[in-house]
Structures are given as structure tokens and as C-alpha cells.
Nanobody, 127 residues
Framework: QVQLVESGGGLVQAGDSLRLSCAAS????????MAWFRQAPGKEREFVAA????????YLADSVKGRFTISRDNAKNTVYLQMNRLKPEDTAVYYC????????????????????WGQGTQVTVSS
């Protein structure tokens, strides 16, 4: 079973940057589809960014395109979310998800397709 641990959240001002990290316990990390989702109070979990199991070009939600970047370091079993030009509406708990069941090459944007989740890290952006 994969264990995921997120870190890097915090309280920042609008326009600032943060980098979130998600460390995985699984040695076959490179074979997993990895994603970032976020959930604001009273709202459903929302897709942010993801890699397919085959790697390649990641996919980002329209709301974060041009501001956020997802990357992965398979040697460190870690996926990152670089968040620039943060806005108050980015405030949420950010979760890392992983799955080895998603079809190779498919970038899944639905949270129920991911089998494993971290505990989340809070990001708060003040105006």
C-alpha cells in the first residue's frame, strides 16, 4: 500500500509562491499516476494537476494554468506542485493522490479514480 505525505503548505499573501511536495513510500512510484487535488471549506474536492502513469505532458486545471506547475522526481519518489501568483481563491487543503489502476496514458481528473491519498496540507492565501 502506498503512503503519501504532503508538505509545504502555509499562510501567504496574494501574489506569493509556494511549493508543495508529496513523498511516496512506494519504490515503484514511477508506475503510478499522480495528481494534486484541493478542497476548500464547504466545497467538493477539485482537480488541480496530474501526470498519467506513462508520465509525459501533465494536465492542469484551467483555473491554475500559467500559475501552477506539476513535476515529479522518480528518483526521490516525490511529486511537486509549484504554485506562483497565488490568489485568495487558491485557499484550500491540497491533497496528493496516486493510482496504478488508471489506464496508461490517461490523465485522470476525477478524484474517485485515485486509490491512495495523503493527509493534506493547508494553503491559505490572504488578500
Amino acid at each position: 500500500q502506498v503512503q503519501l505525505v504532503e508538505s509545504g503548505g502555509g499562510l501567504v499573501q496574494a501574489g506569493d509562491s509556494l511549493r508543495l511536495s508529496c513523498a511516496a513510500s512506494e519504490r515503484t512510484f514511477s508506475s503510478y499516476a499522480m495528481a494534486w487535488f484541493r478542497q476548500a471549506p464547504g466545497k467538493e474536492r477539485e482537480f488541480v494537476a496530474a501526470f498519467s502513469r506513462s508520465g509525459g505532458t501533465p494536465y492542469l486545471a484551467d483555473s491554475v494554468k500559467g500559475r501552477f506547475t506539476i513535476s515529479r522526481d522518480n528518483a526521490k519518489n516525490t511529486v511537486y506542485l509549484q504554485m506562483n501568483r497565488l490568489k485568495p481563491e487558491d485557499t484550500a487543503v491540497y491533497y496528493c493522490g496516486a493510482s496504478r489502476k488508471i489506464s496508461m496514458g490517461l490523465v485522470a481528473t476525477t478524484s474517485n479514480l485515485y486509490d491512495y491519498w495523503g493527509q493534506g496540507t493547508q494553503v491559505t492565501v490572504s488578500s
